[in-house]
């Protein structure tokens, strides 16, 4: 308990859970089954994001090639239930569909916690996210939609917070953090103390992170920062380097 440190501060009960992670893990129970069979949910680049295809062309040395060959994908990040929370078509095109996923696992979690779509118009629940990708902001300069009016909210870290805050109608603080790795932790940190100091009832946190190109792979490739076998041997012989 915080109250016996901190005057007039609350405790902090998690009401509501929403996850989709590599491997097919879109429900909580999913993610537990993954961990407790000990599935490895790492694969080769998916074609729908980049495919090796486009690496190969460059001309790098196999040894970076194979850097650049793993990562945890989750599945069908194009689909996205606009209507629902009455986003136009246009304006959906140009979302960052990292936006998309906070949205639809945003609201989830909040329903998961007891919360319906018109509990939640007007009140007070904070929104705190963590987030630090820009992939899609490639993707976007290369479309039609990347000359629209929605191009400057599409893919702006900043607006993914508020964006939740605006389609659910909540009214509570609301804020974006990148921290790199760490992102989530510190969304989630923000979104206790918030709840603790009672700035607010009731928060959502959350962190998102997609791969959609290949710039920042390449990257840690060139950097001998990845694994070209695709697995994180913390701490162990085997270890020589890390899978996004």
């Known amino acids: ?15 509501g859970l929403a996850t ?16 407790a069979d000990g599935c490895n949910a790492i694969c080769e680049v998916p074609t729908s994001r980049w495919g090796m295809g486009s690496i190969n062309s460059y001309g790098f040395s196999q040894g970076i090639v194979d850097r650049v060959r793993h990562g945890g994908f989750v599945r069908k990040t194009e689909m ?12 959906a095109s140009a979302m960052d569909p990292q936006q998309r996923l906070l949205l639809e696992r945003g609201y989830e979690a909040l329903a998961e916690s ?71 932790l510190v969304a989630c940190h923000a979104g206790a103390r918030a709840v603790h100091l009672r700035d607010c009832d009731h928060g959502l946190t959350a962190g998102v992170n997609l791969m959609l190109t290949p710039w920042i792979p390449m990257a840690c490739a060139l950097a001998g920062m990845t694994s070209p076998k695709g697995r994180s041997h913390t701490f162990d012989n085997r270890a020589d380097g890390f899978c996004r």
């Open 1 to 15: 308990r915080s109250a016996g440190k901190m005057k007039d501060a609350v405790d902090v009960l998690i009401l």
């Open 80 to 91: 996205f239930d606009a209507r629902f929370f009455s986003v136009s078509p246009a304006e």
């Open 114 to 184: 007891g919360l319906k779509k018109g509990d939640l118009d007007g009140n007070g629940t904070g929104v705190f996210i963590g987030i630090q990708a820009l992939d899609f902001q490639e993707i976007l300069r290369a479309s039609p939609a990347g000359q629209g009016v929605f191009a400057a909210t599409g893919c702006n870290l900043a607006v993914s917070s508020g964006r939740v805050s605006y389609c659910l109608g909540m009214q509570g603080p609301c804020a974006s953090y990148d921290t790199a790795c760490s992102a989530g």
């Open 20 to 35: 989709q992670y590599p491997g097919g893990a879109h429900a909580p129970k999913f993610v537990w089954q993954l961990v």
